[in-house]
Every structure is written in C-alpha cells, then in structure tokens.
C-alpha cells in the first residue's frame, strides 16, 4: 500500500491536469513581467514609423452598450487613428476564428458560443449586451468583415488624411487609403492567430523602408514573439504598454539585446511547454523556473 500511495492515482497525471481534466493554467503575465526588468522607456523613435495593432484586442476596449454596429465601427477607427497618431502607416490585424482549431478547447472556456448569436449584422441596429456579443467567435468573426466594409467606405477613407491603413479579414488583407483600397496579396495569411500574423506584417513594413515599427499589444504571447524574432527586422522595434496614468514604449532591440539571443531564441519555445492555451503547466516547474535554467 505505501507503494500504491507513492504515485498519482486518478485517470490522469495530476502533475499535468486538473481533477476535472481541463488544463492546469499558469500566469503568463509573469514571464513578461521578469523580462521587462532589463528594459528601459524608448525616448525617441526614428520616422517614419508604422504601427502594427492587435484588432481584437483593440475591440475588446470598446464600449458598444448602446451604440450601432455603424457607431462602433467609426469608435474603432477613432481608436485605430488614435494609436497610430505618430505613424504613416496603421495595420490592425484579426484573428481568424475558424470552426475547427486548436484554440476551441480555450474558447469554451471563455464562454465562447453562450453569446447571443447575430445571423447578419445591420449597421443601425443598436447593441444591447457588448460583452454577450463578444462571447460569440461567430459574432466576432461578422463584426470583424462589418469594420473592414465600413472602413473601405469613402466617407471613412477620407479620414486618413496622408496615412495608410492595412487591415486583415481571414486569410485576406487589404491596403485603405484615401483615394481607394486594394486586396495585398503579399500580406495573404492561413495564420489563425494574429500574435504570429502581426510579426508578418512587421517583417512587411520593415521592409518597405519603415525606420521603427510599434506594436501596440498587450498580450504576453506578442511579446515573447518581438523579442524572438527581432534579429529578422531590419527596422528597430517598440513595444506600447498602456499604464494606469501613462503610456510607455519599451525597446524591444535593446532588451532583445540585453537579454542575449540565446535566451531570445529559446523564449517561444520556453513560453509554450511551459504553459500556454493549448498546453498545460507541469506542477511546480513554471515559467519562472525554466527562465531561470536557460539563464544558467
């Protein structure tokens, strides 16, 4: 019996799981947290510049209790430009909610498909529960192809003034401007998740001349994602972290620097067994300490 009691008993390593089954979560935010301690404020950023957004977390910010879908998609672009102020060009970028994908498991967990459901979305109807509506990956998915129409419209081109705005809807991206938009065939994606989609569009502007790049993300997953991939940019990459009282950018090339390519490169590796939405946390082993066994 002592030997029986020596191990785990139960259908499942609890080790790697909890009593029901569902994946044992870690805190993310704490890796993030770790390695902005050898980052330092940017004070100046070379221009021109472009900004790269993540979409959804930006709609995620908005209020729309009470405005029409029409209402929400001229908050959302106020918002776009907003960000964007300091840059020539804007890309928000969306993920793709598809019907079958490995990210399922994590949406029912947020109460993905308990939302109200909208078969067509009309631009004067007004929105009741936001958050209800934001429940649902097919309401998202309509809202998201409702924004790029909405912004292809003349009367919201005219809002650019001199700025280029590329937005992504599925696998597609189209480049808006004042005078029209076209479809970027360059910028056509299978990627589901916009936090690798992003570094794509980054790689993009860098390429077209751009002498920074800000990302305006507050998801650790983007994060780990800069700091992996700097040394395939050209173009010095900035980081917006809004605070309580202020807005901050970090430097991501210096703290990539700081930090050392060999930590940088394993950091997405690191970042993924050690707990993300598809891949449980081993017990005791978190991202703290295997940060800690690859800086040794």
């Given at each position: 019996m002592n030997d029986v009691l020596a191990h785990p008993l139960g259908p499942l390593p609890w080790a790697i799981a909890n009593g029901d089954g569902t994946l044992r979560k870690t805190n993310k935010a704490k890796l993030a947290k770790e390695l902005e301690k050898n980052a330092t404020p940017a004070?100046?950023?070379p221009r021109p510049s472009a900004?790269?957004?993540d979409g959804m977390g930006l709609v995620q910010k908005l209020s729309g209790n009470n405005k029409t879908f029409a209402e929400l998609a001229k908050l959302a672009l106020s918002k776009v430009l907003h960000d964007g102020a300091q840059s020539c060009r804007i890309d928000v970028v969306f993920d793709v909610y598809l019907e079958e994908s490995i990210k399922n498991a994590e949406r029912c967990n947020r109460g993905s498909g308990s939302g109200i459901q909208f078969k067509q979305i009309i631009p004067g109807h007004k929105i009741k529960q936001w958050r209800k509506f934001l429940d649902s990956s097919n309401n998202k998915s309509s809202l998201i192809s409702f924004l790029v129409d909405e912004?292809?419209?003349k009367v919201n081109r005219e809002k650019l003034s001199n700025k280029t705005l590329y937005v992504t809807n599925k696998e597609a991206c189209y480049r808006i401007g004042p005078e029209g938009w076209e479809d970027i065939t360059d910028l056509t994606s299978s990627q589901e998740e916009a936090n690798t989609r992003m570094l794509l569009h980054t790689l993009h502007a860098s390429k077209q001349g751009h002498k920074s790049i800000i990302i305006v993300s507050e998801d650790t997953d983007v994060f780990i994602l800069c700091l992996a991939f700097n040394k395939e940019?050209?173009?010095?990459?900035?980081?917006?972290c809004a605070m309580q009282n202020r807005t901050r950018y970090l430097d991501i090339t210096k703290l990539a620097s700081a930090i050392g390519d060999g930590v940088c490169q394993a950091l997405v590796g690191l970042h993924a067994f050690t707990g993300?939405?598809?891949?449980?946390?081993f017990t005791g082993r978190g991202k703290l300490w295997a940060l800690r066994e690859i800086g040794t």
């Open positions: 004070e100046t950023m900004c790269i957004i912004w292809k419209s940019i050209a173009s010095p990459l900035y980081m917006k993300c939405d598809s891949v449980s946390v």
